[in-house]
């Protein structure tokens, strides 16, 4: 399924990242997921996790999902944290900054692992994806 997604601050992403806990268990569980609508939710099968692509296929991450009202279909929300940030395009547009609001992504259910913030890091830039 094609949606846009949005990225941005949660008020526990920002009490567990400047607390300095981002190799939690709770951070985890707060920044590697994606808020999907009730529609969509079901549309895709009530799944606990999904794969969130790039427009381009180059990069992936997987995620929990959360059923929420506050999220309008045809949109996803994912905590600005490094699960959201390696799939969003860094190409600036000559804004000087990525496209955090409206990026088009692939959402699909998946039953693959989701990855700690030290693994998505060394899986993408030292592994390579």
């Known amino acids: 399924m094609e949606v846009l997604l949005i990225t941005g601050s949660t008020i526990d992403e920002g009490r567990l990242a400047k607390g300095g806990d981002k190799f939690t268990d709770d951070y985890t569980?707060?920044?590697?997921?994606?808020?999907?609508?009730?529609?969509?939710?079901?549309?895709?099968c009530s799944p606990e996790k999904v794969k969130v692509t790039s427009r381009n296929g180059k990069h992936s991450v997987v995620v929990y999902t959360k059923c929420t009202d506050s999220v309008c279909p045809g949109h996803v929300f994912m905590p600005r944290a490094i699960w959201s940030n390696v799939i969003i395009d860094p190409d600036t547009?000559?804004?000087?900054?990525?496209?955090?609001?409206?990026?088009?992504?692939?959402?699909?259910?998946?039953e693959e692992e989701v990855l700690s913030a030290e693994d998505v890091v060394l899986k993408v830039y030292v592994g390579g994806q």
């Open 29 to 44: 569980m707060e920044c590697a997921s994606c808020w999907l609508s009730p529609v969509d939710f079901v549309s895709l």
């Open 93 to 110: 547009l000559s804004t000087g900054s990525p496209l955090y609001k409206g990026a088009p992504v692939q959402v699909e259910p998946t």
